[in-house]
Structure formats: structure tokens, C-alpha cells
């Protein structure tokens, strides 16, 4: 995994410049990586952002321990797994590597509060949906039953149409990436799954 290096020590240098110690970990791929207007957005839980592009669940796992050096949150995000099944993964993988992450988190920051962004659906991958749902659907039904400090944050659904595919309006002109009202969504969803 040494072709993310300069991501991660770009995450390394991130924690050398924060002025005031983060209450929230966004980790994951470029869906968090990307969302620049993260700060502003959900300002009232103290974000950091420690997306790094084009990861992998696989490679959240192998990093985590070097980019949450000196963290203390109150809770973390995470989003991964999108680009583990685009590059070839199968779907009993991606639940392997996030049984994995879960036990590091656990190991290092306790019983704290996180949260698991579903996998989100796309244009460019739509015709893996089913792997995507099959993804979602064992990783929700883990967490319902063996991580009392994991929850599960469905975007899949609601970045649906009436037609049941992707809705164009949360998605970049790559089909891939989110756009702001994407963000937008993203923001709606996890504020309520973090005060509920």
C-alpha cells in the first residue's frame, strides 16, 4: 500500500496544524477527503477531516493506527469500503477489514461513539448495486448485533429517486464523487444520527 504514502503523511502533518483538539474524526476515502466545506457544515461537532483519496476499508485498517496518533475524539465517522469492492474486493472482504477497524477504534479510543456511513450508490458503479446493498446489509446487521458503539448511517436510500436509481442532483459530473447538495444530504443525515 506504499502508492498512499503521501497521503498519509499529509494526514501525519494535519495533526501537527490543528489549533484546537478535534471532538470528531471523519475518516475514510474521497467522499470524506472531498468535503471541503466539512468545518462549516457540522461545526458543532468539532471536525477534522482524514479522508485520503481513492482508499480502501482495506487501507483505513492498515493506516489507522499512524493517522489517529495524538487524537482524543469524542466520537468518529467513517466512511469506507466504495472503492474496496470498485477495485475487484468481494463484499465478505470489506465486512472482514471493518470488523478489523472496529477493533483497532475500540483498542485506542475505547467505547466512544462511531458511526459507519453506509456505502453510497453511483452512477459509475451502479451496476454493482447489489454488492453495494449485499455490503451494507451485513456490515448494519454486525454492527445491530455485536458493536454497541457502532452505529449505521444509511445514505443509500435516501440518495435514491422515485425510479430507484442514483439521483443525479447529489452527485458530481464524475457520477462518482458527491456535489454539494450531496453534502448537503450527508450533513442532514449524520447530524440526526449523532443527536438521536
Known amino acids: 500500500m506504499f502508492w498512499y504514502e503521501d497521503e498519509i503523511k499529509r494526514l ?32 458543532e461537532f468539532n471536525p477534522v477531516n482524514l479522508g485520503f483519496g481513492g482508499s480502501t476499508m482495506a487501507a483505513c485498517t492498515w493506516f489507522f493506527d499512524r493517522v489517529m496518533v495524538g487524537y482524543k475524539p469524542q466520537r468518529l465517522v467513517l466512511y469506507a469500503g466504495d472503492n474496496d469492492l470498485g477495485d475487484g474486493r468481494h463484499p465478505e472482504e470489506v465486512f472482514i477489514f471493518f470488523q478489523q477497524l472496529a477493533a483497532k477504534t475500540t483498542k485506542r479510543f475505547g467505547d466512544i461513539p462511531c458511526y459507519f456511513i453506509s456505502l453510497k450508490p453511483s452512477f459509475s458503479r451502479w451496476n454493482m448495486a447489489d454488492q453495494f446493498r449485499f455490503t451494507n446489509k451485513i456490515i448494519s446487521e454486525d454492527i445491530a448485533s455485536n458493536h454497541p458503539d457502532w452505529h449505521f448511517i444509511d445514505v443509500f436510500n435516501p440518495m435514491l429517486n422515485v425510479d430507484g436509481k442514483p439521483n443525479a442532483k447529489y452527485f458530481a459530473p464524475d457520477g462518482l464523487h458527491l456535489s454539494a447538495q450531496g453534502y448537503a444530504l450527508w450533513s442532514d443525515i449524520i447530524k440526526k444520527a449523532i443527536s438521536s
Do not use: C, Q
Request: glycine share 4%.
Open 12 to 43: 501525519e502533518r494535519v495533526r501537527t496544524k490543528v489549533i484546537r483538539e478535534p471532538d470528531t474524526l471523519f475518516y475514510g476515502s474521497s467522499s470524506i477527503r472531498l468535503w471541503t466545506s466539512l468545518a462549516k457544515d457540522l461545526e
